[in-house]
């Protein structure tokens, strides 16, 4: 396992754990990550770094005996090139929480309800920790309800979800990735239950009005299994630490805490104003692993309007008729 050591905003790594370890125990006043960390972590909070060792004589902690995964273990399967669909497999008892109106078909044994927040207190979960969960949602653009399906029966059920546009559907394993993604708003499509949907606030004024996400993005947490929809083809990249990339701020599907999520102005006067990309590029810089998109919906959704009739668009590309092919061609409402 190779770790990264930072003093100050500076990084050292990758270094073996036994480096770290050393360096740790030289100065343990700064922050430590490695694969699978969700976020960067004070050097003394890292146990493999400044707890005892073996040669200490100290024995470590014994697990919690109580300690088990939270979040629902479902089955799972994606259908679909362009337009995707994604059916969850569900075993007695368990449940998957997906946005209002996600739903493509579900097996008569699956019970569904609406519940309020997130979902992942709905049950044992406080009144406050409902609102709060709630209140997150709102702060993201979406509903102040979430809908959960559950498999009531005694044998499996099973429940789909349609992509609302063209793209992908990308399982995410938040194990894998440490327990934490950070996406942006309204990619969200379904989850096990378990997982909390909140918020991730962008800390740099300049990235939260010109970033493209603005200053609120989706933090999706937990143990399970989470499932986000991005548009056209999507690259899945890992950002070795200090590696940067820009990227046009509406391609930013997802990213784990460890990136650090910046903008960068594009070039000179000229090519900001004719270039066609806008001020600012995305600047994404490592270490961790990233998500981006072909095609954001906003780009899709401005084709689309552009190519309206009512806002002056025309569909007869390459017609040598031009705008009386467009009166002839049955398409036109009036």
Known sequence: ??????????RIGPLEEEQARQKVRQDPEGFAWRQGLADWLPMKQVPELFGPTPDDGIPPLPASPGARRRADEVDFRVFGQEMQYVELELDPG?????EAGAMMYKDPSVHMDSVFGDGSASSGGTLMDKVLGAGKRVLTGESLFMTLFSQSGAGKGRVAFGAPYPGCILPVSLPDLGGTLICQKDSFLCAARGVSIGIYFQKKILTGLFGGEGFIMERLEGDGMAFVHAGGTVLERDLAAGETVHVDTGCVVGF????SFDIQQVGNIKTALFGGEGLFFASLTGPGRIWLQS??????AGRMLAAAPQKGGSRGEGSLLGGLGNLLDGDNRF
Not at 256 to 259: G, L, M
Not at 295 to 300: A, G
């Open 295 to 300: 095609l954001p919906f906003s780009r899709l």
């Open 1 to 10: 396992m190779q770790w990264y050591l930072s003093y100050g905003g500076d």
């Open 256 to 259: 784990v805490p460890s990136v």
């Open 94 to 98: 368990e449940s998957v929480v997906a």
